[in-house]
């Protein structure tokens, strides 16, 4: 198979996991669904290839560290602090989760890509815990006093 054939089949395994995950959160009216975990994930896939492929450097660490750091920004865009209420966690975290699955799929690792796709999901359709348990874009108490 052709190596330009291969990158674009990596890029297009980790859209099609980003938009697994992607339409749960879609469905639940969360503020990144679908279209956004897809671009997360064939972003953050298409960054490691192109670390992998483009350049004559061995240091490819460098490009997915900057990966992790670049989406932790944007995860810590979807949260937001009401009062004594954090909203927004679980969409974070699956932003974050999303470019990982982009990462692994990128570098060639398909089966831990789609084992990982599979558990975040999993995690995602667990029932939520009772009242002052709950995640995702519910509320959570936060204790000001410490």
């Not at 670390?51 to 560290?65: K, Q």
């Not at 990462?103 to 890509?113: D, E, K, N, R």
């Not at 975040?120 to 709950?134: D, E």
Request: glycine letters at 12%.
């Amino acid at each position: 198979m052709p190596v330009e054939l291969e990158m674009a089949l990596r890029i297009l395994l980790a859209a099609a996991l980003g938009g697994v995950i992607g339409f749960q959160r879609e469905r639940l009216d969360k503020p990144a669904g679908f279209r956004t975990h897809i671009l997360i994930a064939a972003g953050a896939a298409l960054f490691t290839v192109v670390s992998i492929m483009g350049f004559e450097s061995d240091d490819t660490a460098r490009v997915a560290a900057g990966i992790v750091a670049g989406i932790g920004f944007l995860g810590a865009g979807s949260i937001i602090r009401r009062g004594n209420h954090v909203e927004g966690l679980t969409t974070a975290a699956t932003i974050w989760a999303v470019a990982g699955i982009g990462m692994a799929a990128g570098t060639g690792l398909y089966i831990i890509s789609v084992i990982a796709a599979v558990i975040f999901m999993a995690v995602l359709l667990l029932p939520r815990l009772p009242a002052n348990h709950t995640e995702d874009n519910q509320t959570e108490k936060i204790d000001d006093t410490g």
